[in-house]
């Protein structure tokens, strides 16, 4: 009963794809990426490659999975990376990707496209971050005795492996090899279905990834031109919720010694106009061209708006205050450990308790919840005048993300010992 399911929800999923791509752009992008999607894997793949295969839903995962695929391009240089994604939002962002050999879309799943990947791929070693359970290709990869792991996965009880229908996902988890699960929770979970066996905590390698961007910064001479001697708030993955708390809160405490920098998680136009209404007076990155860069230019420009895609890791070095966007969402926040891992107090909205950095972070006492514009400005005005407690939230935001260190580590000494790159 459960794979007649979820075979009926592949086909829904499909018409549902095929109908929203007549007016959403995403999903025309999901359609046209899998196009003759065979013959250009065939194409592009040589059939005596050692492959390992890594795939990720989107560009979180990507995130995570990514300190993994340039530790194996070290560890195991004859082996070729052929790197997948399910949604748009992470190929089309990553599709030139220098650390992987291939980027490429998954294409859907069933028995037939499952079979005809393999085929062509014939990974020797195939890695799933996170959160990605396809039957068919787990069910194949098993059958085929290829060595299957997945990698910072984070299990909460709501999920359906922990219900009484959850029989078939069940089934996919005891298709890995391995599972190496972030913290204590997913562990006992995983025990609790008789998967004890095939599970170990090694941590978030998020963790690894923000703190190899933040060892190898590099600088951004127009932010700091912008910056000068000021203070500045550096605001990323923000919506529009999020955009009108600041705008309230700089309304009352802005002035020439403070600066705000806004990355938006959406870069369109329409919303590139509605900030610039929002802020007005403020400049896109774009426009700070260096015809237009020397020292005075923007002495009275007090917030700059980022339009492009990419920077955000870096900008937080510059901030005094870090604020993520996303809090004011039920979605939730975005990714707090960018900002943490510079050794900033974290700013964020309510939405934070179903991503468990967030959580920990503010238990840490590294991130503040401001709930509304007026408690975000009577924290801000805070930390800019108490440098005590400036100094105690730093420390516990960057001496949060250390702690959590070494989850490829332990994931490279498994594949190692294993010797599951061993031809």
């Known amino acids: 009963m459960g794979v007649i399911l979820y075979n009926i929800f592949l086909a829904l999923f499909k018409s549902g794809i095929i109908v929203a791509s007549l007016f959403n752009r995403k999903a025309k992008k999901w359609l046209k990426g899998r196009k003759n999607i065979f013959k250009k894997l065939a194409k592009a793949i040589p059939g005596n490659e050692n492959i390992i295969w890594v795939h990720c839903a989107s560009l979180g995962e990507f995130e995570q999975g990514r300190p993994l695929i340039e530790r194996l391009r070290v560890q195991s240089p004859k082996h070729k990376i052929l790197l997948t994604f399910f949604s748009p939002s992470g190929y089309e962002v990553q599709k030139d990707y220098k650390g992987a050999d291939w980027v490429f879309y998954l294409p859907s799943d069933g028995p037939w496209h499952a079979k005809r990947f393999l085929k062509i791929v014939k990974p020797s070693l195939v890695i799933f971050v996170k959160y990605e359970f396809w039957y068919y290709y787990l069910k194949k990869i098993k059958y085929?005795?290829?060595?299957?792991?997945?990698?910072?996965?984070?299990?909460?009880?709501?999920?359906?492996?922990?219900?009484?229908?959850?029989?078939?996902?069940?089934?996919?988890?005891?298709?890995?090899?391995?599972?190496?699960?972030?913290?204590?929770?997913?562990?006992?979970?995983?025990?609790?279905?008789?998967?004890?066996?095939?599970t170990s905590i090694s941590g978030d390698t998020r963790f690894d990834r923000v703190i190899e961007i933040a060892e190898k910064f590099q600088p951004i001479p127009l932010i700091e031109q912008f910056i000068g001697d000021k203070k500045v708030i550096v605001a990323g993955s923000t919506w529009k919720e999020d955009e009108e708390v600041l705008q309230k809160t700089f309304a009352t405490i802005n002035g020439p010694a403070l600066k705000l920098i806004i990355a938006p998680h959406e870069i369109n136009e329409s919303h590139l106009n509605d900030l610039k209404k929002l802020f007005p007076g403020s400049v896109l990155f774009s426009q700070l061209t260096t015809d237009h860069s020397t020292p005075g230019s923007f002495r009275d420009t007090t917030c700059l708006i980022i339009d492009n895609i990419g920077m955000l890791s870096r900008l937080y070095?510059?901030?005094?205050?870090?604020?993520?966007?996303?809090?004011?969402?039920?979605?939730?926040?975005?990714?707090?450990?960018?900002?943490?891992?510079?050794?900033?107090?974290?700013?964020?909205?309510?939405?934070?308790?179903?991503?468990?950095?967030?959580?920990?972070?503010?238990?840490?006492?590294?991130a503040i919840c401001v709930k509304d514009d007026d408690e975000l400005k009577k924290t801000i005005q805070r930390l800019l005048q108490d440098r005590e407690k400036y100094t105690f939230?730093?420390?516990?935001?960057?001496?949060?993300?250390?702690?959590?260190?070494?989850?490829?580590?332990?994931?490279?000494?498994?594949?190692?010992?294993?010797?599951?790159?061993?031809?």
């Open 144 to 198: 085929r005795h290829i060595p299957l792991i997945l990698v910072s996965a984070f299990f909460h009880r709501d999920m359906a492996f922990f219900k009484w229908y959850g029989a078939l996902q069940r089934k996919m988890l005891s298709r890995f090899a391995h599972l190496f699960v972030q913290n204590e929770e997913s562990n006992s979970l995983m025990g609790e279905i008789g998967l004890a066996g095939i």
């Open 317 to 366: 070095h510059y901030g005094y205050i870090a604020f993520i966007g996303g809090g004011y969402k039920p979605l939730g926040v975005h990714n707090v450990l960018e900002a943490a891992v510079y050794g900033k107090p974290v700013l964020f909205g309510p939405f934070y308790e179903k991503y468990t950095e967030a959580v920990e972070l503010i238990k840490k006492e590294g």
């Open 393 to 423: 939230h730093s420390k516990r935001s960057l001496d949060y993300v250390k702690e959590n260190k070494g989850a490829t580590e332990k994931i490279i000494q498994y594949i190692q010992e294993k010797r599951l790159l061993t031809s």
